[in-house]
């Protein structure tokens, strides 16, 4: 599947977010390689899910980036690139947290239910600010910024989606 690339573009981000999201999810596997990082197709689900959790605050983490220094790092949601390849989350320095479902289809199906979980969460309180591990608290829209790019590197990552052309 090849989808353009957009962050800037509200109808693009809406759109990944209800549909082409999930919808590319349905080619993955347990067995699905990645083409490059450590995740497993099932702890990469359940890493999407957990940072839909963060997005609607049933999931509380720290932000350990300093307050001076989260509006320049926010700026990267909108910067219309893909999230780069060797992009590391600090908060999984340690390593991903342990399984928290038995296979991928409890683990996709869960993550469908956050997903619009979010988005009705968009629509009945788009000015709740929830904590994002690197850039601190943050409303609907760069939330739904995160998502996107967040969403669109992990589909890239196991190869269920062609990257985009340009330069």
């Not at 320095?93 to 009705?120: W, Y």
Request: glycine share 8%; with cysteine.
């Amino acid at each position: 599947m090849r989808l353009p690339f957009d962050v800037n573009d509200a109808g693009a981000r809406e759109a990944f977010l209800c549909h082409e999201l999930l919808a590319g999810l349905d080619g993955l596997t347990e067995a699905s390689p990645p083409r490059w990082g450590r995740m497993t197709a099932h702890q990469m689900v359940e890493h999407l899910l957990w940072a839909f959790e963060c997005s609607t605050g049933r999931v509380k983490v720290e932000c350990p980036t300093p307050a001076a220094e989260r509006e320049r790092l926010k700026r990267f949601l909108y910067h219309n690139r893909p999230t780069p390849h060797d992009f590391m989350n600090p908060a999984l320095a340690a390593g991903l947290p342990r399984r928290r479902f038995t296979d991928l289809d409890a683990a996709r199906l869960a993550l469908g239910a956050e997903v619009a979980r979010f988005v009705d969460h968009v629509a009945d309180a788009a000015e709740a600010l929830h904590v994002h591990p690197i850039f601190g608290p943050l409303g609907a829209e760069d939330w739904a910024r995160s998502h996107y790019k967040h969403g669109y590197h992990h589909l890239l990552q196991f190869g269920l989606l062609e990257a985009p052309e340009g330069p």
